[in-house]
Nanobody, 122 residues
Framework: QVQLVESGGGLVQPGGSLRLSCAAS????????MGWYRQAPGNERELVARITSGSSTNYADSVKGRFTISRDSAKNTVYLQMNSLKPEDTAVYYC????????????????WGQGTQVTVSS
């Protein structure tokens, strides 16, 4: 079984910063990509940032220059550093992982975390 555990959400004032973390656990053989998505009330879930095993990154236009995604391969962990936060960044942020596990059987997974709330408000 694969688990993604997120942390780091909370309440922050406009212009502030937060760092989200997402750690993957299980019989992980390879992580192809990890990313962060968000969903605000009444909106569809959208990609925020994604990083591949080769460290290629892509970002939503709305967060370019403010958010940075990074990873620690040894810890199977991805981070999202969010700076210059705006009220419109308020949403539940979800971690996503595209990975392969081996536990007597080779399995491919696309897994979601449980979500962490980010609220930007004065």
């Amino acid at each position: 079984q694969v688990q993604l555990v997120e942390s780091g959400g909370g309440l922050v004032q406009p212009g502030g910063s937060l760092r989200l973390s997402c750690a993957a656990s299980g019989s992980i053989l390879r992580i192809n990509a990890m990313g962060w998505y968000r969903q605000a009330p009444g909106n569809e879930r959208e990609l925020v940032a994604r990083i591949t095993s080769g460290s290629s990154t892509n970002y939503a236009d709305s967060v370019k220059g403010r958010f940075t995604i990074s990873r620690d391969s040894a810890k199977n962990t991805v981070y999202l550093q969010m700076n210059s936060l705006k009220p419109e960044d308020t949403a539940v942020y979800y971690c996503n992982a595209d990975l392969t596990t081996y536990d007597h059987i080779l399995r491919a997974w696309n897994k979601w975390g449980q979500g962490t709330q980010v609220t930007v408000s004065s």
